[in-house]
Nanobody, 114 residues
Framework: VQLQASGGGLVQAGGSLRLSCAAS????????MDWYRQAPGKQRELVAS???????TYSDFAKERFTISRDNVWRRLYLQMNSLKPEDTAVYYCKTQARNANFWGQGTQVTVSS
């Protein structure tokens, strides 16, 4: 299983970014997918999840600003982030579970300047 995250970068507060995660080695459409983030000195935390059927859940900080979505044809996971704040600065990871194990992407850095 390989997950390749991309789309991070430097953005000013109030701006937007769209993260992408390309999946291979799994039957993508059958797997729930998650976005996590880890800020310097902090624990990794869940941002949003999407089920195989497309149902979504969000952490409180992500509600109203972030949208998780998936494209089962292209086997990609997305995270649209709007109204970004400096406290959203973190490395963002995509994750899935398969064969009783967790698989993580390599992470993509998001930096929001004030």
């Amino acid at each position: 299983v390989q997950l390749q995250a991309s789309g991070g970068g430097l953005v000013q507060a109030g701006g937007s970014l769209r993260l992408s995660c390309a999946a291979s080695g799994i039957n993508f459409r059958n797997h729930a997918m998650d976005w996590y983030r880890q800020a310097p000195g902090k624990q990794r935390e869940l941002v949003a999840s999407i089920s195989s059927g497309g149902s979504t859940t969000y952490s409180d900080f992500a509600k109203e600003r972030f949208t998780i979505s998936r494209d089962n044809v292209w086997r990609r996971l997305y995270l649209q982030m709007n109204s970004l704040k400096p406290e959203d600065t973190a490395v963002y990871y995509c994750k899935t579970q398969a064969r009783n194990a967790n698989f993580w992407g390599q992470g993509t850095q998001v930096t929001v300047s004030s």
